[in-house]
């Protein structure tokens, strides 16, 4: 490394020596002439620490702040600036940033000067020092020592820290569905032999931010009725603390009803009917006789109670493990009564009931709440009644008859209730356990009924078994008895066929007979007239006609013949083929005997011969 040149060094001493000396001159300069200097964003406060001669050379007692050139603190500060003839063996100045109250926040003020706090107040009333920026005014304007209702707001300020002792706190803020419960240390007394617990509203403290003209506008400390809605308020923490708590809702089938704990003493408007409680107006000491509808208020809890009344219907259950969601039944159970025949049971009862919106402040007038109408009001009526209603009966007729009483408690307890403004809709009876021993013995009995029953049943199936085993003993042997049956009708069509058969042969025998002897007497008759035909030609006419007589005759026995038989294979009853023999007979219109003969000859002979026997047969005798 080079080494530094010898006027170098000479120069940079000569330099810092000449520095040291010019301060040094600045501060004999400044202790020469009392000169001080400020800087910015401070402020000067000033101690006198002596006075050699004057009026005012101590301050008066109990001061702490100087006003008229005394020694000690005094109450004027020195902005950012210059100063002379403050020499430091008389004057001792420190110096003090100013103080910044950034957003959301306040500054409490203290007094440490200034005249006695009034008796009985707790807070220092306002007083004009541009919000204790001016010391010399505060004194001098009368304030007074102690903690100071005003406050700083956000800002800058040049403050006397010897005279104010200033603290930041929070703003107060106040969310959204909430309401702020204040209650405040400072102001009149309350009147508490008017039964006054809470301040009334009083106008013109800006929500209780302006704490001055609160206590000059005659508020008392204590609670007040007044709440706060969501926001934020720069509120003196020493005069009023805020509670923040969630707005009161009515929900949906529920209507609020509000008792106040203040305001006026009210006109009861309940009517000269209603004589368990008093009816008062909004805003009036007492339950309001117009319900709160469903939806949210900004109700001060402290002074007014709401009660919600349910104007839907409401289940209650007498019934040791059931329990709706409202639980205004969580300590009804199940009901004992005793029988007339002297046996203990147990059942459960649901009761339905309705308040009207209309009668809803009769209710909590009367009760109070409802858990009260619960158990002063239906719990002793339902449960006596069905135990009045059981010594009436015996298990076995309670039991039995059960719709019938559930029907006489529904019509008993909805007058009962009805003098109570409240609407039952319906009694239900639940379940109903008797006694073991009686249970028992029903059981028993029933057990026996049904075995009755079953033995019944059994012998009307062996009963039935045996028409069944019967019938299908008949049944398997139905195809034999038919088979029989059909063979004699076979056999009886046989034999009247064989029977028809032979009447044919007779009839056929018969008509020939007849023929040949109506033949002779024809011949015998035509003899002169048939001289010329010849014999054979006329034997053999006589032949051709019986030989067709004979065949037609054939052919009619052998056609019924068929027809018979195919009856018979087509039906079963026996006395069918007689009664069908006989019908044909009687209609029968056709002659036996053939009223004309003609021979089929080749000859031509025929029809002279066919003409002939006409001839004959058409001759009187």
């Not at 020092?129 to 040049?158: E, H, I, W």
């Not at 603290?167 to 969310?175: C, E, P």
């Not at 240390?185 to 809470?198: K, M, V, Y």
């Not at 402290?302 to 300590?331: F, G, I, R, S, Y």
Request: proline residues 4%; negative net charge.
């Amino acid at each position: 490394m080079d080494a530094i040149p010898m006027p170098t060094l000479v120069l940079a001493a000569l330099a810092v020596l000449v520095v040291l000396l010019a301060w040094m001159f600045q501060r004999l300069f400044l202790r020469l002439f009392g000169v001080v200097l400020v800087p910015e964003n401070h402020v000067a406060l000033v101690n006198k620490k002596y006075v050699l001669v004057g009026r005012n050379r101590a301050l008066p007692d109990g001061a702490v702040i100087a006003l008229n050139g005394e020694a000690g603190w005094q109450a004027d500060t020195l902005p950012p600036g210059v100063y002379f003839w403050l020499w430091p063996w008389q004057y001792a100045v420190e110096f003090q940033e100013f103080i910044e109250v950034k957003d959301g926040q306040l500054g409490v003020i203290d007094a440490i000067d200034g005249i006695p706090l009034t008796k009985g107040r707790v807070l220092a009333p306002a007083v004009d020092c541009f919000s204790f920026q001016d010391a010399r005014k505060f004194l001098t304007n009368g304030g007074q020592r102690g903690p100071q209702v005003s406050v700083m707001a956000p800002g800058v300020y040049r403050i006397n820290t010897k005279l104010f002792n200033v603290r930041m706190a929070q703003a107060t803020t106040v969310g959204v569905d909430e309401v702020g419960i204040v209650t405040v240390s400072d102001g009149r007394q309350l009147a508490t032999d008017s039964g006054e617990i809470a301040g009334p509203q009083v106008d013109g403290h800006n929500s209780f931010q302006d704490a001055d003209a609160f206590m000059r506008a005659g508020g008392a400390k204590g609670l007040q009725e007044q709440v706060l809605l969501a926001g934020r308020y720069f509120i003196n923490p020493l005069f009023a603390t805020v509670d923040p708590v969630p707005m009161t809702m009515v929900p949906i089938a529920h209507v609020g009803v509000v008792i106040s704990y203040v305001g006026s003493a009210g006109e009861d408007i309940s009517g000269d009917d209603f004589k368990h409680g008093n009816l008062v107006r909004q805003g009036q000491r007492g339950v309001w006789a117009e319900p709160l509808d469903p939806g949210k208020y900004p109700i001060n809890t402290h002074t007014h109670k709401v009660e919600m009344v349910p104007t839907a219907n409401v289940v209650l259950n007498w019934a040791d493990a059931k329990t709706e969601a409202h639980a205004l039944d969580a300590n009804l159970s199940t009901i004992t009564a005793r029988s007339t025949d002297g046996f203990t049971f147990n059942l459960d009862v649901s009761q339905i009931i309705h308040i009207p919106r209309q009668q809803a402040a009769m209710v909590i007038a009367r009760f109070g709440n409802m858990a009260n109408l619960v158990t002063q009001v239906l719990e002793p009526v339902i449960g006596n009644y069905f135990r009045n209603s059981a010594q009436k009966n015996d298990v076995i007729d309670f039991l039995q008859e059960r719709q019938q009483r559930q029907q006489e408690a529904r019509g008993a307890i909805a007058t009962a209730l009805g003098s109570y403004n409240v609407e039952a809709v319906d009694t239900l009876i639940g379940d109903i356990v008797p006694p073991n021993d009686l249970m028992k013995t029903l059981t028993d009995r029933k057990l026996a009924q049904q075995n009755k029953v079953t033995f019944d049943n059994q012998k009307l199936a062996e009963d039935a078994r045996v028409q069944f085993e019967q019938a299908k003993a008949t049944a398997s042997t139905q195809a034999e008895v038919v088979a029989a049956e059909r063979k004699v009708a076979i056999a009886e069509f046989n034999a009247q066929a064989s029977v028809k058969t032979a009447e044919g042969d007779a009839k056929r025998k018969t008509i020939t007979a007849a023929a040949d002897a109506e033949v002779q007497r024809v011949n015998g008759q035509a003899t002169a007239d048939v001289q010329k035909i010849s014999g054979s030609a006329q034997a053999e006419v006589l032949k051709t006609i019986g030989d067709a007589e004979a065949a037609k005759s054939l052919a009619i026995g052998s056609a019924e013949a068929n027809v018979i038989k195919m009856k018979i294979a087509s039906m079963t009853s026996d006395s069918y083929a007689s009664v069908e023999i006989a019908r044909a007979l009687a209609s029968h219109t056709h002659r036996l005997v053939p009223d004309i003969v003609a021979s089929g000859g080749s000859d031509g002979g025929g029809l002279m011969q066919v003409m002939l026997a006409k001839m004959l047969k058409d001759k009187p005798e």
